[in-house]
């Protein structure tokens, strides 16, 4: 995944949430594993405050492991004292790389996105590299989530990755975070990628308007977008 294969769902979300779009090109694994996407993420990020852009008009976003990185990159912020977004928008969120979630299994055959993970899948052994992957900067789902901005949540029905998306809501919202989950029926793993699927084309208009809900009229919005997939490089 690249700033270059995610340019039209940016593009796409960006014009639906009438915002300008950061895409941040951040450093992939295995060549460069855990910490290098978090740091170009919250250097991004912090170079938007240094121009002054207002945090409360930043929406940050991700797929995928993008995804992950983007609910990562908010628990980086608060630990480190930077004002936080005014929300996040988190498709088909990687929050668990150890594959612990029960669709691991009962969506293996559903999913033809992701190949099912035994374990710990090479891909997190690759992102996570010497870190654990309990680590909380490297699956959220094990961080404390209190203080949190407003949070969007999508997933399909049959992804592999479900599971990841629900716990992580479900502890965020026992955390105090406001959070909106919506899980789409029969969809697969990021199905905003397909323009030409209608439950795509909904899914991104219901994101610009909450978008613009939580933000300013001239918001920015941070795309953090890397899909998960075999043979990432």
């Not at 594993?33 to 976003?61: E, N, Q, T």
């Not at 594959?99 to 992701?114: V, Y």
């Not at 990841?164 to 026992?174: G, H, L, P, Q």
Request: aromatic residues 6%; hydrophobic residues 45%; charged residues 20%.
């Amino acid at each position: 995944g690249s700033v270059n294969t995610h340019a039209t769902i940016i593009s796409q979300i960006a014009r639906a949430s009438k915002a300008r779009a950061f895409a941040i090109d951040y450093r992939l694994a295995p060549e460069h594993p855990f910490p290098a996407a978090l740091d170009d993420a919250l250097a991004g990020y912090r170079w938007l405050l240094a121009h002054g852009i207002d945090s409360k008009s930043i929406v940050i976003g991700g797929d995928s492991a993008g995804g992950g990185l983007a609910a990562a990159t908010l628990v980086a912020l608060r630990d480190a004292g930077d004002p936080l977004p005014g929300g996040a928008v988190l498709l088909s969120p990687w929050t668990d790389l150890g594959g612990t979630g029960e669709s691991q299994k009962t969506r293996a055959d559903k999913d033809p996105m992701i190949p099912a993970f035994e374990g710990v899948s090479p891909m997190a052994e690759w992102y996570a590299g010497e870190r654990p992957a309990t680590d909380p900067l490297v699956s959220p789902l094990y961080a404390d989530l209190r203080g949190l901005p407003p949070l969007l949540i999508h997933v399909g029905d049959h992804e592999v990755l479900l599971s990841d998306s629900t716990r992580y809501a479900e502890k965020a919202k026992a955390a105090g975070v406001d959070v909106t989950l919506k899980v789409w029926d029969e969809m697969i793993h990021v199905f905003q990628f397909f323009p030409m699927l209608p439950e795509g084309q909904q899914a991104i208009a219901e994101i610009g308007e909450w978008v613009r809900m939580r933000v300013a009229t001239k918001a920015t919005s941070t795309a953090a977008g890397a899909a998960l997939r075999t043979g990432s490089a």
